[in-house]
């Protein structure tokens, strides 16, 4: 029987090079002749992602426990495919999952809206078998620039989501899942270290059988 294929997440924060490393990733696999889907959330495509879309760019306003449903509900609309697509032996790369959706969320200090609470409606979803952390210091992500117009890209919320990163992955299980890369580094570094650290993930889950466990 062909192994099963890997879930393999990279998160990080805005400007933490992830989209890059997810395509250099998935090219990687690729070349080595395995199969690979690279997906990233939002998918702004869907109508649901269409709305997150609205809503990032200012176009439209939205409460902030409703926001956050919709991006889980956009993970939700293509956890089944997911879950297909590892059975099939087909790999999936994505960039940002439920982390970000915990940590922007519960960034706006609404009380009653905490890292617990927004976790809620992840759960059941395809645990990935590594969470691949871009880590960027505060002086290097400036360095690359101002961020965009969209409605997370202010100081504020990006010091927020930092703090917050930290706290998710000091308990478990994200705290198993995390592999924490220094992203202040050259690009190639950088895709060198994210590859020793995806070869890693493959072996632990081949020599073992591990199986797609669930968020
Ligand atoms: P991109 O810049 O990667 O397109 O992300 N976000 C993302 C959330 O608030 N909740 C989520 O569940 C996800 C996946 C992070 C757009 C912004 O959306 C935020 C940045
Ligand atoms: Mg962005």
């Given at each position: 029987?062909?192994?099963?294929?890997?879930?393999?997440?990279?998160?990080?924060?805005?400007?933490?090079?992830?989209?890059?490393?997810?395509?250099?990733?998935?090219?990687k696999?690729?070349?080595?002749?395995?199969?690979?889907?690279?997906?990233?959330?939002?998918?702004?495509?869907?109508?649901?992602?269409?709305?997150?879309?609205?809503?990032?760019?200012?176009?439209?306003?939205?409460?902030?426990?409703?926001?956050?449903?919709?991006?889980?509900?956009?993970?939700?609309?293509?956890?089944?495919?997911?879950?297909?697509?590892?059975?099939?032996?087909i790999?999936v790369?994505?960039?940002?999952?439920?982390?970000?959706?915990?940590?922007?969320?519960?960034?706006?200090?609404s009380d009653?809206?905490?890292?617990?609470?927004?976790?809620?409606?992840?759960?059941?979803?395809?645990r990935?078998?590594?969470?691949i952390?871009?880590?960027?210091?505060?002086?290097?992500?400036?360095?690359?620039?101002?961020w965009?117009?969209?409605k997370?890209?202010?100081?504020?919320?990006?010091d927020?989501?930092?703090?917050?990163?930290?706290q998710?992955?000091?308990?478990?299980?994200e705290?198993?899942?995390?592999?924490?890369?220094?992203?202040?580094?050259?690009?190639?570094?950088v895709?060198?270290?994210?590859?020793?650290?995806?070869?890693?993930?493959?072996?632990?889950v081949?020599?073992?059988?591990?199986?797609?466990?669930?968020?």
């Open positions: 029987m062909p192994a099963r294929g890997k879930l393999i997440v990279l998160e990080g924060l805005d400007k933490a090079g992830k989209s890059s490393q997810c395509k250099q990733l998935a090219a696999l690729a070349a080595q002749g395995l199969k690979v889907n690279a997906i990233s959330f939002p998918d702004r495509t869907t109508p649901i992602g269409r709305m997150i879309d609205a809503y990032l760019k200012g176009d439209d306003q939205q409460d902030d426990h409703a926001i956050h449903l919709l991006f889980s509900a956009n993970r939700w609309e293509v956890a089944a495919k997911i879950r297909a697509d590892i059975d099939a032996g790999n790369v994505i960039d940002r999952y439920y982390y970000s959706g915990c940590v922007y969320s519960a960034a706006k200090n009653s809206l905490g890292l617990a609470w927004a976790r809620k409606p992840d759960e059941g979803l395809p990935p078998d590594a969470v952390f871009l880590g960027i210091s505060q002086e290097e992500a400036a360095k690359r620039g101002g965009g117009g969209e997370y890209e202010t100081k504020a919320i990006q927020r989501v930092r703090e917050l990163f930290v998710l992955q000091s308990v478990e299980p705290k198993q899942d995390f592999v924490r890369i220094d992203a202040g580094q050259d690009l190639e570094e895709a060198e270290d994210v590859w020793e650290a995806v070869q890693k993930v493959f072996k632990r081949d020599l073992h059988g591990e199986a797609l466990r669930v968020v």
